[in-house]
């Protein structure tokens, strides 16, 4: 049983409390204190400061896991966990764009894999139309079936991707990072073709903290030596780099430095919402774009 002077670790609504002191998450933008869970317990309390309860994020999403699915590695908290922080990703850029929920009628998941970031949409818009596409063909036939969503196999070449247009939101998580820059640019005229006047779309980028990444190798990345200082020295030169995976052609590692986002990529009709650095997972980068014609 917690002691009812805090609130137990687990129930305390991070993000929430963060919303609600603004300050606090200045301090924690400034590295001034590590997290709003720890103003809290040494300040918050004391100064009064207001907090929610962390809700059941599970409430009303399906917890099926495709045994299929590679993202999934056996820790359900974690999975699921990536998945709701995505739906924070969709939720800020909304709000970015002065868009309601209610208003989100029709919804696109590329690549949507099997449905981990798809279940957490489906409760946040219940009522919007969703479209699941992705190249593995099973993901997209999962998602079919246990999220109800419109079921489209995607293609390698970006623009012969069969997809309809009078989308209000597109999200695209994890895709750029592996592609090199005329194939995000591809993608990105693709997004423009499928949004509706409006339409607002989040997509994800490695940024300058995989950069640290990379020098320090405390993460893998599937690249030999040779290929992470060739994308290293690509990004130090131009502010993008990319490689293929060994044995990979046209799909491999980026990396995309803040100002290529706001150089290369925004083209007439985009309206710049934000670029939030370690945004979706404290990882990547997360864009957010509003399509205006």
């Known amino acids: 049983m917690c002691a009812r002077i ?3 670790r687990d129930e305390f609504d991070e993000e929430a409390y963060l919303q609600l002191n603004p300050d606090v998450a200045a301090a924690i933008e400034a590295k001034i204190v590590d997290s709003g869970w720890q103003h809290f317990t040494l300040h918050g309390v004391r100064e009064k400061r207001s907090w929610k309860s962390r809700p059941n994020r599970m409430a009303g999403v399906s917890s099926a896991i495709s045994v299929n699915d590679g993202m999934f590695l056996g820790n359900r908290d974690h999975y699921f966990d990536v998945g709701e922080k995505a739906l924070h990703c969709i939720e800020r850029a909304l709000r970015e764009g002065r868009r309601l929920p209610d208003t989100i009628k ?3 998941d590329l690549p949507c894999g099997h449905g981990r970031v798809l279940r ?3 409760k946040a818009f219940p009522h919007a139309h969703l479209t699941a596409c992705d190249l593995n063909a099973d993901g ?5 079936e ?3 969503a419109e079921p489209i196999v995607s293609l390698k070449d970006a623009a012969a991707i069969p997809l309809p247009a009078g989308f209000d939101l597109i999200w695209c998580g994890s895709l750029l990072t592996h592609l090199s820059s005329d194939q995000g640019v591809a993608f990105l005229r693709l997004f423009q073709r499928a949004l509706a006047p409006g339409g607002i779309l989040v997509f994800t980028l ?7 990444t990379l020098v320090s190798g405390t993460e893998p990345t599937g690249l030999t030596k040779e290929l992470e200082a060739s994308l290293l020295s690509q990004y130090r030169e131009s502010g993008f780099g990319y490689v293929d995976y060994p044995g990979q052609p046209g ?4 990396l995309a430095h803040p ?17 939030h650095e370690q945004g979706w997972n404290k990882r990547q980068d997360v864009v957010a774009l509003q399509w205006q014609s």
Not at 140 to 144: D, G, K, R
Not at 206 to 212: A, D, I, Q, W
């Open 146 to 148: 246990a999220f109800g």
């Open 106 to 108: 029709r919804i696109l």
């Open 251 to 254: 799909y491999g590692y980026s």
């Open 120 to 122: 957490f949409i489906k």
């Open 206 to 212: 490695h940024g300058r903290s995989y950069e640290e």
């Open 140 to 144: 997209v036939a999962f998602c079919a």
């Open 259 to 275: 100002s290529y986002v706001v150089s290369r990529l925004l083209n007439p009709g985009w309206r710049f919402l934000s670029h």
């Open 6 to 8: 805090l609130p137990c």
